[in-house]
């Protein structure tokens, strides 16, 4: 289990503004916007080292130095 921001959904830790706890994230005051929810279990990625990039489609006559 784990403490959360209700309002943005930010599972890192809160904050100190002034003397007060907020969210890191979205500033909210932590009294009001903590929630505890359940940590969720992931299925590890099953990438092979034979799978290619996302865009091996891409076109390589690109030149990295056009938009300079």
Do not use: V
């Not at 969720?40 to 056009?66: A, C, M, N, V």
């Amino acid at each position: 289990m784990h403490a959360e921001c209700k309002y943005c959904d930010n599972p890192m830790p809160p904050t100190t503004c002034g003397g007060d706890l907020i969210c890191s994230r979205c500033g909210a005051e932590w009294a009001d916007a903590r929630m505890i929810c359940e940590d969720e279990e992931y299925e590890s990625l099953d990438i092979d080292e034979d799978d290619g990039p996302l865009f091996d489609d891409y076109d390589d006559d690109w030149e990295d130095d056009q938009y300079e």
